[in-house]
C-alpha cells in the first residue's frame, strides 16, 4: 500500500491522508490514532487517490476523473463513536501490529537462524571440502611418496640389474678366461704329448741305429767267421794237395 496524498484539517487536529487503493483515513495529528475512514471513497477512486484537500468546511478528494468531497464535520461527528470503536481497534491493532512485528522479527529470528543455519552448513560443507581435499592431497602426497619409494626401487633395481649384468659379463669373461687357460693347458699338454713322441721316436732312430750296428757287427763276424772258414777250406785242400802229392810220390 502506498500513500499518494495528504492533508490537515484548517483547525490542524487531524491529518487525512489518501493511498493508491481509493482509501482515505482520517488521524489524530496528536495521537497519531485513526479517527475516520471513507466508506465509499474506494468505490470512487478505484485506480488510487491521486489528490485530496481540506478546506474550511469539506474534505476533497479526486482520482483519475472522479472527485468527491464530505462534510468535515459530519464526518467528525458521524465517525466519533465509531472512532471511540476504531480507538479500541486502533489499540487492539497496534497490539496486533506489535504482535504482527513480533511475529515478523520472530520470522526475522528464524530466518535469520535459518540463513545462519544455512551459513553454517555451507561452513560445513565448506570444511568438509577442504577435509576431503586435504585428504585427496594427503592420498596425492601418499601416492607421490609411493611414486618416489617405487622409483627409488625402481632406480636401485636397475642399478642391481646393472652390477648383475656387469657380474654376468664378468663372469662369462672369468670363463673365457678358464676356457682360455685350459686350451693353453691343452696345447702345452699337447706340445709335452708331442715333444714325448719325438723323444719316443728318436729313441726309436736310436735303437734302430744299435740294431744296424748289431747287423753290421753280425755280418762282419759273418763274413769274418766265413772268410775264417775258408781259409781253413783252403788250408784244409792245401793239406790234401799235400797228401795227394806225398801220396803220388810214393
Known amino acids: 500500500m502506498s500513500v499518494f496524498s495528504q492533508s490537515f484539517s484548517p483547525c490542524g487536529r487531524f491529518l487525512a491522508a489518501g493511498n493508491n487503493y481509493g482509501e482515505i483515513g482520517v488521524f489524530s495529528s496528536e495521537s497519531g490514532?485513526?479517527?475516520?475512514?471513507?466508506?465509499?471513497?474506494?468505490?470512487?477512486?478505484?485506480?488510487?487517490?491521486?489528490l485530496l484537500c481540506l478546506p474550511d468546511c469539506h474534505l476533497l478528494s479526486a482520482g483519475n476523473g472522479e472527485i468527491s468531497?464530505?462534510?468535515?464535520?459530519?464526518?467528525?461527528?458521524?465517525?466519533?463513536?465509531d472512532g471511540l470503536i476504531s480507538d479500541q481497534n486502533h489499540r487492539d491493532g497496534l497490539i496486533s501490529d506489535q504482535n504482527h512485528r513480533d511475529g515478523l522479527i520472530s520470522d526475522q529470528n528464524q530466518d535469520q537462524n535459518h540463513r545462519d543455519g544455512l551459513i553454517s552448513d555451507q561452513n560445513q560443507d565448506q570444511n568438509h571440502r577442504d577435509?576431503?581435499?586435504?585428504?585427496?592431497?594427503?592420498?596425492?602426497?601418499?601416492?607421490?611418496?609411493q611414486n618416489h619409494r617405487d622409483g627409488l626401487i625402481s632406480d636401485q633395481?636397475?642399478?642391481d640389474g646393472l652390477i648383475s649384468d656387469q657380474n654376468h659379463r664378468d663372469g662369462l669373461i672369468s670363463d673365457q678366461n678358464h676356457r682360455d687357460g685350459l686350451i693353453s693347458d691343452q696345447n702345452q699338454d699337447q706340445n709335452h704329448r708331442d715333444g714325448l713322441i719325438s723323444d719316443q721316436n728318436q729313441d726309436q732312430n736310436h735303437r734302430d741305429g744299435l740294431i744296424s750296428d748289431q747287423n753290421q757287427d753280425q755280418n762282419q763276424d759273418q763274413n769274418h767267421r766265413d772268410g775264417l772258414i775258408s781259409?781253413?777250406?783252403?788250408?784244409?785242400?792245401?793239406?790234401?794237395?799235400l797228401i795227394s802229392d806225398q801220396n803220388h810220390r810214393d
Open 131 to 145: 577435509e576431503l581435499i586435504s585428504d585427496q592431497n594427503h592420498r596425492d602426497g601418499l601416492i607421490s611418496d
Open 69 to 81: 468531497a464530505w462534510s468535515w464535520s459530519e464526518l467528525i461527528k458521524k465517525n466519533h463513536r
Open 157 to 159: 633395481n636397475h642399478r
Open 33 to 50: 490514532r485513526h479517527r475516520a475512514e471513507s466508506e465509499t471513497s474506494s468505490d470512487l477512486h478505484r485506480s488510487g487517490l491521486l
Open 231 to 241: 781259409d781253413q777250406n783252403q788250408d784244409q785242400n792245401h793239406r790234401d794237395g
